[in-house]
C-alpha cells in the first residue's frame, strides 16, 4: 500500500503541488487513453527526457559544481513541495530523500491502480534523467520510489571524476 501524505503545508507549498499535480494529470491521462488505442507508450519515456533536456538547457545554471547545481535544483519551493531531506550535498555527491510525491498524490486521485504507478513514475523520472544529461560529468541514479510502496524517493546525483 502506497504512503504518500503531506506533513506541512502553506499557501505558496499547495500551489506548487497543485501544479506538479495538473502536469501529472495530464500525462498519465495521454497516456492512459494511448493505452486504450492499443498504442505503445514508449513514446511516453521519450517525450518527458526531451521535456527534461529543454528544462536542463534553459532553467539550470550551466556549471560543472555539483553545489551550484543542487541550489537550483533543489530550491526552497522544491523542497517543500516534495517534503525534500537533503542527506548530502558535497562537490561530489547530492543525495535526496523525496517525503511527499504530488504526482502520485494526483494519479492516486484519478483513480489509477497502484500497480501502475511504478510506471508512470518512471516516466515521470525521465524529466530528471534528462535535466542531469545535459551535464556530462553528472551521473543520476533514482533508489526507493514512493510510486514502489517505499517510504521515499531517492535521488543520487554523483559527479564523475
Known amino acids: 500500500m502506497i504512503k504518500n501524505q503531506p506533513t506541512k503545508t502553506n499557501p505558496r507549498t499547495d500551489l506548487q503541488r497543485a501544479d506538479f499535480e495538473h502536469r501529472a494529470a495530464w500525462f498519465a491521462l495521454l497516456i492512459d487513453e494511448a493505452k486504450k488505442r492499443g498504442l505503445d507508450v514508449s513514446f511516453a519515456h521519450d517525450a518527458i527526457k526531451r521535456c527534461g533536456v529543454f528544462h536542463g538547457n534553459t532553467k539550470f545554471p550551466k556549471t560543472d559544481d555539483l553545489k551550484e547545481f543542487a541550489a537550483s535544483f533543489a530550491n526552497e519551493d522544491v523542497i517543500n513541495t516534495f517534503e525534500m531531506e ?76
Request: proline share 5%; hydrophobic share 40%; aromatic share 10%.
Open 86 to 161: 537533503i542527506l548530502e550535498k558535497s562537490d561530489d555527491k547530492l543525495s535526496i530523500d523525496f517525503h511527499y510525491c504530488p504526482l502520485v498524490a494526483a494519479w492516486q486521485k484519478l483513480g489509477f491502480p497502484e500497480e501502475e504507478l511504478p510506471m508512470l513514475c518512471d516516466i515521470a523520472m525521465d524529466g530528471d534523467r534528462g535535466i542531469i544529461s545535459t551535464y556530462p560529468h553528472f551521473e543520476f541514479a533514482l533508489g526507493k520510489t514512493i510510486a514502489n510502496g517505499d517510504d521515499v524517493c531517492e535521488i543520487r546525483i554523483t559527479k564523475n571524476k
